[in-house]
């Protein structure tokens, strides 16, 4: 193996000690900490980490501050530094893994719910508009605890007047032209 | 004619409803083209000229300051409705009312890449664990100047209960429903007034069914189904179950703790068999 190609192969199995295991509360990576860790061509380490998850259904998924996209095709070393990295599916689950991973029909059914329609109210919404969204199919008393779940989880936060917003697992996780092509689409 | 005096009243009175009304706009995320932005600054110049007080010049500035927050809010408006984001809010709620639960669920799949991530411990944070555990001194050493804790109360959480088995995972909406039309049958059959006494419905043939009754009925009074009402000077507690379910405003929610003891439970047990 070439002395480049040893280098390489060093700073992508610490890239992948650094993304696979949770470091902070929150999962993911900070550009700036790749950086710290394996060198200014950090970037290159991540699209050949990308390359080798290819196979196993995985992904390097980069999220830019607040969900800003970058101002053009290819980012900064600013904006980068500032986006977190996270190792996410690249492909799809099936009801049934969903289902093994912790989550009920139900509640997944909600979240759906919830995110989509946030995404149409531009990215806030009331919550006393979405729990009653949820009533239509969940229990009452189920909706305000669903809410509060989707909030612990990460997936969307709460401001002092009661709004809801999407928050950094939804930027993370979801697809959100794809949900709203998928939702309008069935 | 007005005079100035009266003039600068119904000036402040129109900023201050200005203000309010774009305030509104903000915080509950209305159409902000609601606001008719030109009318609002012909408002403001007309009255500008009226302002002599620092408090009149403030609450102009403050009017102009809303209306440009509400301007904001509708440059980002027409940028997300020009975005392929943009999906008409009545249309989508429409969509999500007749989808069921499955083609929700298997529109989300499509669109949900979970986060992989994994928790496990590292040989470096082994070692330094070792290193902590052998450098720490024996418990009675440490707490030897404390008194021994005592056995306090605690919160029994859902999931400790289904481990105990008091509680069923399944359907556990359909459970709390069906002990919700047990009660209203009861209250029908046996009670007085549309209510019944509380030990009267929660007390059961054995201890351990009694507790899970009580504990079903305290998710019953939480999520609205019914109500408790107190007598303290009769020491009574009746149960009143609601026709339909009601929302309770979390500012109403009032805690009120209830024994279930053996030795209450015995005692109930004595007069229900005499009766």
Redesign the interface.
Known sequence: MSKRKAVYASKIKRAVHML???RHKK??VKGWELRKALGADYPKVLRILDEYLKPLD??V?TVFEEGEKPHSEKPTPEELDKARF??????????KE?KM?GWR??D??G???T???I????G???RKEIEE?LR??L????ASLNIDRYIRYGYLSQDE?E?LYLDW?TR?????????D???S? | MQSKKERAKIGRERLQRIIEMCKAVEERSLNPFLVDVDEIIKVVREFFPDWEHPEDLCLDAEAINRLASVIKLQSEWVKHRSTTLYTDPFLLEEKIKSLNREALVEAFLGAWHPIVELEQISLHSLKEALTYWESLPPLKDRWKDFPPPEETGGVASREELLRLKILRDKAFTEELENFWNELKRLVAEKGEDGKIKYWDFVGAETYEETVHRAFLTSFLVTYGYATLEVYPLEEEIFIKPFEKQRRIGKKQLVSLPIAITREAWEKWRKRAEAK
């Open positions: 696979f295991y949770r999962p993911g995985l992904q998924k996270y190792i996410t599916l690249r492909g799809d689950l099936t009801p969903a991973i029909i139900d997944l059914a979240l759906a719910i995110i989509a329609y995404i149409s109210k531009k806030k919404a009331p969204l239509e199919k229990p009452g008393w189920k007047n709004q697992r993370a996780e979801v697809d959100q032209k794809m949900l709203m998928l939702i309008l069935k």
